[in-house]
C-alpha cells in the first residue's frame, strides 16, 4: 500500500508556543490530506480537509486560526498548532488518498503525539 | 448525513478461537465500507473494504467482513485469532458523494493466550 510519513512523532512544547506537525504521501501524490485528532480510547474527530493549493476546509467548531493548515504541494501538508495549550494536548493523525477516485481507501500517517505542558 | 456504530467497546478471545467485531452503518446512498487496525501511538493500518460485488471480503492478515444490505451491517470476522490481533479497531463509512471518512467509536480487541 501507498506510505504516509508524519513527524513528528512525538512532542512536548511549552504552553504559548506553535508546533508544526508534517504529513507526506512518500510515494504518491495527493491533492486531499486529511486531518484527525484523537483523544485516548476515543474515535478519530476529523479537523479539516487540505487542499493542495488552496484554503482548508474546517469542521464546525474547528478553530482555523488556531489550527493552521498549509498545503504547498502534492506531497506535503503541515498543521500547526498556534499558541498552544494544555486542552490542545492529544494525537494527531493525517490521511492521504491514493487517488482523486472514490473507491479508494485512505492511507494513514504514523500519528504525533502532542503533550502542551 | 452518515454515521457508524460499533456496539461493543471491547471484544476478548482465546487465541485460536473466531473473532467477530460488529459494526453497523447509516448512509443516503450506497456505502463504501472499511475496517482499520491501530495499534498503541500509531496510525490506522487498512484492513479491508467492500465498494460493490461479492459481499465477502478478505483483507489482510487473514481478516474478511460480510457486507450484509438488508441488516446494514458490516462484521469484521477471523476464523481463528492470534495474540498479535490485540489492537483498537475501527469501522468507517463513506457515501459515494463524499471523500470524508466517519468512523466508529473502535472496538478493543483482547486475545488472550
Known amino acids: 500500500g501507498a506510505v504516509v510519513s508524519q513527524h513528528p512523532s512525538r512532542v512536548i512544547c511549552k504552553s504559548g508556543t506553535s508546533v508544526k506537525i508534517e504529513c507526506r504521501s512518500l510515494?504518491?501524490?495527493?491533492?486531499?490530506m486529511f486531518w484527525y485528532r484523537q483523544f485516548p480510547k476515543q474515535s478519530l474527530m476529523l479537523m479539516a480537509t487540505?487542499?493542495?493549493?488552496?484554503?482548508?476546509?474546517?469542521e464546525q467548531g474547528v478553530e482555523k486560526d488556531k489550527f493552521l493548515i498549509n498545503h504547498a504541494s502534492l506531497t506535503l501538508s503541515t498543521l500547526t498548532v498556534t499558541s498552544a495549550h494544555p486542552e490542545d494536548s492529544s494525537f494527531y493523525i493525517c490521511?492521504?488518498?491514493?487517488?482523486?477516485?472514490?473507491?479508494?481507501?485512505?492511507?494513514f500517517g504514523q500519528g504525533t503525539r502532542l503533550t502542551v505542558v | 448525513a452518515q454515521s457508524v456504530a460499533q456496539p461493543e467497546d471491547q471484544v476478548n478471545v482465546a487465541e485460536g478461537n473466531p473473532l467477530t467485531v460488529k459494526c453497523t452503518y447509516s448512509?443516503?446512498?450506497?456505502?463504501?465500507l472499511f475496517w482499520y487496525v491501530q495499534y498503541p501511538n500509531r496510525g490506522l493500518q487498512f484492513l479491508l473494504k467492500?465498494?460493490?460485488?461479492?459481499?465477502l471480503v478478505k483483507g489482510s492478515y487473514g481478516f474478511e467482513a460480510e457486507f450484509n444490505k438488508s441488516q446494514t451491517s458490516f462484521h469484521l470476522k477471523k476464523p481463528s485469532a492470534l495474540v498479535s490481533d490485540s489492537a483498537l479497531y475501527f469501522c468507517?463509512?463513506?457515501?459515494?458523494?463524499?471523500?470524508?471518512?466517519?468512523f466508529g467509536a473502535g472496538t478493543t480487541v483482547t486475545v488472550r493466550a
Open positions: 490521511s492521504a488518498r491514493l487517488r482523486e477516485t472514490m473507491n479508494t481507501e485512505a492511507f
Open positions: 510515494d504518491f501524490q495527493a491533492t486531499t
Open positions: 487540505s487542499n493542495e493549493g488552496s484554503k482548508a476546509t474546517y
Open positions: 448512509v443516503s446512498g450506497n456505502p463504501y
Open positions: 467492500y465498494i460493490t460485488g461479492d459481499n
Open positions: 468507517a463509512v463513506r457515501d459515494m458523494t463524499d471523500y470524508k471518512l466517519s
